[in-house]
């Protein structure tokens, strides 16, 4: 039976996020196939489980222009979406806006998995929020991770079915993990570890400087260990390194996968950071997250209790890190485990409509009809 669905993945987070979608569609016997756009060229599949289903593989690294890259994409995809019942994207990279774009131009319907996100600035992140508008305003099924993303898919009155179904990223999570753990101080030779990762573009450059500052600052203090995990992206790798080696009480990290990320994260005692994925895992970990960003489109764990904004601005970084060591309350009012952003079973739900959907249109044969 040909493959019906049409999975696009370029990056590791889309990795990360597909892959127990990937089994799941797997387990009801659904006909898929992985197209690897090649984003990140290095983007190991076993690693993620992801290496033994049908796959075609794409030229389109990436480019400073995204939307150029969105374009190429789209123009590689074009036959193989053609060919599907359905393309599925996650996110908003342009490897998931070309996957859209190429559902589109061939008339194949889009589904989008963790879909309604926003921040309500089309630069807090650029150009990511405008690839989430894109996406979203012509999917056939919008699979939202929470109510306030439903909700604001239902206020842009967009066209396709809307879902809340869980974020995925926390189906991985409890995939690696068997369980969430209860959380800790983490104190390494008596003093607690800062975890930090920056990777997002509004921080690249010399806006990376203030964080820079804030974290020499704290690493002067001498009250806790700073392990700064360099990201994969070269450009913003050399920009810390440049910035922090060989200063005191900072040690850079090499990149790592997403085993060693969850590892990582649980050996911290606080989470600096500006990544989308660390603001979901962290409060299933529960370790307090503060997010260097002004704006975020996943509010719930601000909401929740466990994590908060504090953008740039070297002055907030270091009150806020000083205030988790200084305040045991306010560090255990972060540190309880919450899960904002699903059960864990996000990707059963996925499976089970795509599944129903693909019913309704006659796509499956009648072994799939309970």
């Not at 033994?52 to 374009?71: E, I, K, N, T």
């Not at 020499?216 to 080696?245: E, F, K, Q, W």
């Not at 045991?328 to 899960?339: E, F, I, N, Q, W």
Request: charged content about 20%; hydrophobic content about 45%.
């Amino acid at each position: 039976m040909a493959s019906l669905i049409l999975l696009v993945i370029g990056t590791r987070p889309e990795a990360i996020k597909l892959a127990p979608v990937a089994r799941a569609l797997a387990a009801r016997g659904l006909p898929f196939t992985l197209a690897i756009t090649g984003q990140h060229p290095q983007l190991d599949l076993a690693a993620y489980g992801l290496d033994r289903y049908p796959q075609v593989r794409l030229d389109c690294p990436g480019r400073p222009d995204p939307f150029a890259h969105a374009a190429a994409v789209a123009d590689a995809l074009a036959t193989h979406a053609a060919a599907a019942e359905l393309v599925m994207v996650q996110g908003d990279t342009s490897s998931a806006l070309g996957g859209a774009i190429a559902g589109f131009e061939t008339g194949t319907p889009v589904a989008h998995v963790e879909a309604g996100l926003r921040s309500h600035d089309k630069a807090m992140p650029w150009p990511e929020e405008d690839n989430r508008i894109a996406i979203d305003s012509g999917a056939a099924l919008l699979f939202a991770a929470t109510d306030l993303s439903a909700a604001n898919l239902r206020a842009e009155g967009v066209s396709g079915d809307i879902h809340i179904t869980g974020n995925t990223g926390i189906d991985a999570l409890r995939e690696r993990l068997g369980r969430v753990p209860v959380p800790h101080l983490t104190v390494v030779h008596d003093r607690p570890t800062l975890l930090v990762t920056c990777h997002r573009r509004e921080n690249w450059g010399a806006a990376f400087d203030p964080i820079a500052a804030a974290l020499l600052r704290l690493g002067a203090t001498n009250r806790l260990h700073i392990d700064v995990l360099l990201p994969p992206n070269p450009t913003m790798a050399d920009i810390m390194r440049a910035r922090l080696s060989g200063c005191f009480g900072i040690r850079l990290r090499p990149p790592v996968d997403h085993a060693g990320m969850i590892d990582a994260m649980r050996s911290a005692s606080i989470l600096l950071s500006d990544s989308g994925g660390v603001q979901e895992e962290a409060p299933a970990l529960g370790i307090p997250l503060l997010v260097m960003r002004e704006k975020t489109e996943r509010p719930e764990g601000i909401t929740s209790g466990n994590m908060r904004l504090v953008g740039s601005d070297r002055h907030r970084i270091v009150a806020e890190v000083t205030r988790l060591l200084d305040d045991p309350d306010a560090y255990a009012a972060m540190a309880h485990p919450r899960l904002p952003y699903g059960d864990g079973h996000a990707a059963e739900r996925i499976a089970d409509i795509t599944r129903d959907w693909l019913i309704r249109r006659g796509r499956l044969p009648a072994q799939h009809i309970a």
